[in-house]
């Protein structure tokens, strides 16, 4: 069974870089997409990000300028980094199981990043 | 970007009783939609992805049904560890993927 485990600060004060990495288990890294999506009360589910083992990257329009992403097939983990951040990006941030890019079929448990000084 | 419209916002449903909930997409999307329950502190859980297929251990009183722009998601005698929120999410046009807001289904 696949199992999904973020980490990373839980405060960045504005203007940082927000840096978040996803540990998977249970299954390979090479063997689907990987999404972040973040959740925050006053935009909902947002989704912010793809990756794929080949290189393969997709990103919201909205976010496009401030992020990027990585893989490490040696670790099974990837991750986010966001630059700028603002208080509008606070939020929980998953990572989850994105298989042919359709829907999400395996999530972590969350991260609540908080953007204070 | 495809806006979802979830209603209602809450849903105050008996237990036993069969409670109903719709989600509007702003063009239609065929039936690429999903929808995933969330109770508090947790994650989304997939439960049903194709706009009618369950998803794996999902039990059976889920159902979900419709194409094009309207989705109705049913579960048919509410349970109590079947609270929560409930969000559909589309995959026909992307990026992004987007979801509703949620209705949020409770006693």
């Known amino acids: 069974q696949v199992e999904l485990q973020e980490s990373g600060p839980g405060l960045v004060k504005p203007s940082e870089t927000l840096s978040l990495t996803c540990e998977v288990s249970g299954d390979s890294i090479t063997s689907s997409y990987w999404s972040w999506i973040r959740q925050s009360p006053g935009k909902g589910l947002e989704w912010i990000v793809y990756?794929?083992?080949?290189?393969?990257?997709g990103f919201n329009p909205s976010l496009k300028s401030r992020v990027t992403t990585s893989l490490d097939m040696s670790k099974n983990q990837f991750s986010l980094k966001l630059t700028s951040v603002t208080a509008t990006d606070t939020a929980v941030y998953f990572c989850?199981?994105?298989?042919?890019?359709?829907?999400?079929?395996?999530w972590g448990q969350g991260i609540l990043v908080t953007v204070s000084s | 970007e495809i806006v979802m419209t979830q209603s209602p916002v809450t849903l105050s449903v008996s237990p036993g009783e069969r409670a109903t909930l719709s989600c509007r997409a702003s063009?239609?999307?065929?039936?690429?939609l999903a929808w995933y329950q969330q109770k508090p502190g947790q994650a989304p859980r997939l439960l049903i992805s194709?706009?009618?297929t369950r998803a794996t251990d999902i039990p059976a009183r889920f159902s979900g049904s419709g194409s094009g722009t309207d989705f109705t998601l049913t579960i048919s005698s509410l349970q109590s560890e079947d609270v929560g929120i409930y969000y559909c999410q589309q995959y026909d046009r992307w990026p992004p993927w987007t979801f509703g807001q949620g209705t949020k289904v409770e006693f």
């Open positions: 989850a199981r994105h298989p042919n890019l359709n829907w999400f079929d395996a």
């Open positions: 063009q239609s999307v065929g039936s690429r």
């Open positions: 194709g706009a009618s």
């Open positions: 990756r794929f083992y080949r290189g393969s990257t």
